[in-house]
């Protein structure tokens, strides 16, 4: 049987804004409930009261703070790398040839960046913008859908295996979101997580990251 309780916990849960606001209790339990009800009375096709809704926000709220949090090593070191490009290029069979080219075109050793993610159907080549036509080059032949520049790397080199800490990557993307920070990309591997902004978000979002693993927000 669908409640209110039920409902709360499924339109909170949908928008990660809301969902903190109340984590952090910067929020009006009324005020939120009357702009909810409409959608609660259209869910279970009758009229419900504002003090039941407001039971089930505290309800929630009560819930969040009895959770585990995940808990962020103080030990993270974050790493900013500026001046990348983001070519998206459609999937082909020979694409993949290519890429192995690709590869040698980046000097590791000077702390360059080349970061390759594959989708179904499109692949997201990220690198230094220095790189940008000659991985065009590389490319040729291949139908590139788009290139974004003035990109920058945020990156969080964790000390244990995040991966299997449940929350973390979910955490650490609703507090870029909370301060406006729009993610481009995502990459992550065993000990590292990696987010792609733009070269205007860059410095609010290294700032979210540092608050976040000092333990400030």
Not at 49 to 62: D, P, T
Not at 102 to 121: M, P, Q, R, W
Not at 166 to 191: H, Q
Request: contains cysteine; proline residues 3%; hydrophobic residues 40%.
């Amino acid at each position: 049987m669908v409640t209110i309780s039920h409902l709360i916990n499924k339109i909170v849960s949908s928008r990660p804004v809301l969902h903190d606001a109340i984590e952090q209790g910067i929020i009006s339990y009324g005020n939120l409930a009357e702009q909810l009800i409409p959608e609660i009375e259209q869910e279970l096709d009758k009229k419900v009261k504002n003090s039941a809704v407001v039971m089930a926000l505290r309800r929630y709220s009560e819930k969040l703070q009895k959770a585990p949090r995940p808990k962020f090593d103080y030990n993270s070191e974050i790493i900013m790398k500026t001046n990348l490009c983001d070519i998206s290029v459609r999937k082909s069979p020979s694409l993949f040839s290519k890429l192995k080219k690709i590869y040698s075109v980046v000097d590791y050793e000077k702390g360059d960046a080349l970061n390759v993610i594959h989708g179904n159907y499109e692949v997201s080549i990220i690198s230094n913008m220095r790189y940008l036509e000659s991985i065009k080059k590389g490319l040729a032949g291949e139908k590139i859908l788009h290139v974004e520049k003035d990109l920058v790397s945020l990156s969080l080199s964790f000390s244990g295996d995040f991966l299997h800490t449940p929350g973390i990557i979910s955490t650490v993307a609703r507090k870029l979101n909370w301060d406006n920070v729009n993610i481009y990309e995502l990459v992550s591997t065993l000990t590292e997580l990696t987010f792609i902004v733009s070269k205007k978000d860059s410095s609010k979002g290294y700032i979210a990251l540092q608050r976040l693993v000092s333990g400030d927000s």
